[in-house]
């Protein structure tokens, strides 16, 4: 007669358990989507990063290009213009470059001669993936004629 008292409280504390093992599942399967949405967060923003570098690059050698002596205001102007641009085959496919500037920031007085040298800002913007997981990285260079 005892033994069939009991039987309800089993009952209870198997729902009870259930429950609250659910409840855990779901709280752990959320902390994992979070953790590899912040992955794929740092992996696209570490591939905007090297695209807004290698833009950054690519506008190096249009200004200083091998053999060739080049007025850097011209080929700020040309870039600040859009006329040069560079080629989007050179990127990653999942990444695009989605602006590339060059401005005048000013004049410093020459090291050794005393001169004035120009300085020029450039600044590459890259963004990388689409939706929640698009990542926007941006760079800047400075360069001195």
Request: with cysteine.
């Amino acid at each position: 007669m005892f033994h069939n008292q009991q039987k309800g409280n089993v009952l209870i504390v198997t729902l009870f358990v259930i429950i609250v093992m659910g409840y855990l599942a779901a709280s752990l399967m959320k902390v994992t989507w979070s953790n590899q949405s912040g992955l794929t967060r740092e992996f696209l923003g570490t591939k905007a990063w090297f695209t807004a570098q290698s833009s950054n690059d690519w506008v190096l050698t249009q200004f200083f290009p091998l053999g060739k002596s080049v007025a850097v205001a011209t080929r700020c102007d040309d870039i600040e213009a859009e006329s040069v641009k560079p080629d989007s085959r050179l990127f990653d496919k999942a990444c695009k470059i989605k602006a590339t500037e060059c401005q005048k920031a000013g004049k410093l007085p020459g090291e050794i001669t005393g001169e004035e040298v120009e300085l020029y800002v450039v600044k590459s913007v890259a963004v990388c993936g689409s939706g929640q997981s698009q990542v926007q990285r941006q760079q800047e260079i400075w360069i001195k004629d």
